[in-house]
């Protein structure tokens, strides 16, 4: 998945699968998370917020299921 560099203390890049809606996260301690189901709506507000990890934290972390892939 191509992911967008995002500028965040803690979050490297952020990448969206419209058609699987997986949210992929690369934080900037080397970690990959892949998120499921979220919709495409999710993903616009997290990388439109002033705060990529805050959007993170209350929009998508514990409200979808997860994985780390590295």
Known sequence: ???TPVRSTNIASIGYDESASTLEVGFRNGSIYQ??????SVWRAVMSASSHGRALWRSVRDRYPYREVR
């Open 35 to 40: 998120y499921y189901g979220v919709p495409a």
């Open 1 to 3: 998945m191509i992911r």
